[in-house]
């Protein structure tokens, strides 16, 4: 259950990609977000490993709450949300297989969420606490004491005046994090509905 937990957290790095209600609380001019497109580099810092485990990715959002978060390496993962239905399919011998189940179930709550924070209600989540820092920085902290022993905290940085978010750090412990930084970020462009309906 864990790792199923961290996992999503992973994935909501992409929710923080464009708030503007948290842009405007940092002091930069928001910008409104019908869609979000960027590529991804994931970065898994554990106190066992000697290196990062390396995961890259792609990412679309289209407003009011449809998400594509597709890891392609190592592993061919894909999560759609779409119209409140959430799908997670893993590519095996060249073909993607749906997943079912549990972990299915809780991503949904979680990508729900997600999209509340693509949408620019960061600072509202009833998960989290929002605390905006000088340099474009806002920190997150679990409102209740069952999160925090999983995820101490989440470190958000922007991207400037762009509207993107620079990278998220997902903090597990004092020795444990995730970090996933962004590029090739683009903004509004039209995006067709079956990206978030098939892998």
């Given amino acids: 259950m864990r790792s199923l937990i961290v996992v999503l957290f992973l994935a909501a790095g992409l929710g923080f990609l464009s708030p503007a209600q948290a842009q405007d609380a940092a ?3 928001p910008v409104r977000v019908d869609s979000v497109q960027a590529e991804f580099t994931q970065e898994k810092h554990l106190p066992i490993l000697v290196r990062p485990i390396i995961s890259k990715g792609t990412f679309v959002f289209q407003a009011p709450a449809s998400l594509r978060w597709e890891y392609l390496s190592p592993v061919h993962t894909v999560l759609l949300m779409d119209d409140g239905r959430t799908r997670k399919f893993i590519e095996r011998n060249g073909q993607f297989v ?4 549990m972990g299915v179930d809780s991503m949904a709550i979680v990508l729900q969420e997600i999209t509340g924070w693509l ?8 998960t989290f606490k929002a605390k905006v820092q000088e340099g474009g920085l806002i920190v997150l902290t679990p409102k209740e ?3 925090a022993r999983i995820i ?6 922007l991207a400037g005046q762009s509207g993107l978010m620079e990278s998220v750090t ?3 412990g004092p020795d444990s994090f995730t ?8 903004l509004n462009e039209k995006i067709p509905a079956a990206t978030f309906m098939k892998p």
Avoid: C, M, N
């Fill in 27 to 29: 002091g930069l001019s």
């Fill in 98 to 101: 749906e997943e079912q189940g």
């Fill in 119 to 126: 949408d620019g209600h960061i600072s509202d989540t009833p």
């Fill in 145 to 147: 004491a069952a999160l």
């Fill in 152 to 157: 101490s905290r989440i470190e958000l940085r």
């Fill in 170 to 172: 997902l903090y597990e």
């Fill in 179 to 186: 970090k996933l930084i962004f590029s090739h970020g683009v």
